[in-house]
Nanobody
């Protein structure tokens, strides 16, 4: 099995910062794209940022210039540094990873359990 464990969520005032971490563990041959999504009640889950194994990052327009995604391939871990947080960033943040469990299979999507980020005004 593969598990994604997130940490780093919490309550912060507008303008503040938080750093999320997500570590993938278990039966892993390789990890492809890793990323962060977020979801608020009544809305679809949306992509916040993603990063390829080679380090190419992609961001939602709403977070460009404020959030930075990075990863440590040796630790199968992805990070999300969130600066200049706004109340609109309040959501449950989910980690996502494309994982290959052995050399004979393709990549499958795995999700973390989610971590709450609340930004107060």
């Amino acid at each position: 099995q593969v598990q994604l464990v997130e940490s780093g969520g919490g309550l912060v005032q507008a303008g503040g910062s938080l750093r999320l971490s997500c570590a993938a563990s278990g039966r892993i041959f390789s990890v492809n794209v890793m990323g962060w999504y977020r979801q608020t009640p009544g809305k679809q889950r949306e992509l916040v940022a993603s990063i390829t194994r080679g380090g190419t990052a992609n961001y939602a327009d709403s977070v460009k210039g404020r959030f930075t995604v990075s990863r440590d391939n040796a630790k199968n871990t992805v990070y999300l540094q969130m600066n200049s947080l706004e109340p609109e960033d309040t959501a449950v943040y989910y980690c996502n990873a494309g994982v290959r469990r052995d050399s004979g299979t393709g990549y499958y999507d795995y999700w973390g359990q989610g971590t709450q980020v609340t930004v107060s005004s």
